[in-house]
């Protein structure tokens, strides 16, 4: 079936220091990746979507200048923290929409520890 | 608004039946969704469910939709210890990009 590649799995940087976390669709083209974000023993919050070869839309509340995404190709996504802080140590998920099972084919990467020292 | 609303922790013994319940308030929703996360891992689509059927059958999966009230249910029969997840809801909204809006996640605990 499809799949989402996502990785790192699990990062710890210093604060301060950017961190770039990847997606790729494997066997399928995301024409459209969704960003997530997961704090413990909570729901999943979207961040943003994003297109490939347009700018992401973010949600309300999302820093767009901290968040930093890039969809340049149909198979890649990117988010990077930028000058990250402690309080920004979360779960990020993806999600990419067409290829996998279900309407609209919704498939999820397994996700990035990040934590900010 | 979009707000979809779980409770938050479920114990049951191995081989009774589980049932874990979902509001949601989106009424426009084209489609309502299940999803099973395992610790540090991502979700895995379980079953979802037309906004226009009121029951689901699939295996031991059973899905019912009350659209008047905007409640959705799953039921695991013979619940097993690998079924020891948390599970989401999420409604499909009818928006250009068809964003999932989850639930708070129902942490399900299959003892022996």
């Known amino acids: 079936g499809a799949v989402v590649s996502q990785h790192p799995s699990r990062v710890i940087c210093k604060s301060g220091t950017s961190v770039k976390i990847e997606c790729r669709s494997l066997?399928?083209?995301?024409?459209?990746m969704f960003w997530y974000r997961q704090f413990p023993k909570q729901s999943l919050m979207l961040m943003a979507t994003?297109?490939?070869?347009?700018?992401?839309?973010?949600e309300q509340g999302v820093e767009k200048d901290k968040f930093l995404i890039n969809h340049a190709s149909l198979t890649l996504s990117t988010l990077t923290v930028t000058s990250a802080h402690p309080e920004d140590s979360s779960f990020y998920i993806c999600?990419?929409?067409?290829?996998?099972?279900?309407?609209?084919?919704?498939?999820f990467g397994s996700g990035t520890r990040l934590t900010v020292v | 608004g979009e707000d979809v609303e779980q409770s938050l922790f479920l114990s049951v013994r191995e081989g009774d039946s589980s049932v874990i319940n979902c509001t949601y308030t989106?009424?426009?929703?084209?489609?309502l969704y299940w999803y099973k996360q395992e610790p540090g891992a991502g979700l895995q689509l379980l079953t979802y469910?037309?906004?226009?059927?009121d029951m689901k059958q699939d295996q031991r999966l059973t899905v019912l939709l009350n659209k008047k009230d905007k409640h959705l249910s799953l039921r695991i029969a013979d619940t097993q210890t690998g079924d020891s997840a948390i599970y989401f809801c999420?409604?499909?909204?009818?928006?250009?990009?068809?964003?999932?809006?989850f639930g708070t996640g129902t942490r399900l605990l299959v003892s022996p």
């Open positions: 066997d399928f083209q995301a024409t459209t």
């Open positions: 999600s990419a929409r067409g290829g996998g099972v279900g309407p609209y084919g919704y498939t």
């Open positions: 999420a409604e499909g909204l009818n928006t250009g990009f068809q964003k999932l809006v």
């Open positions: 989106d009424s426009s929703s084209t489609y």
């Open positions: 994003s297109n490939e070869g347009s700018k992401a839309t973010y």
């Open positions: 469910i037309f906004s226009n059927m």
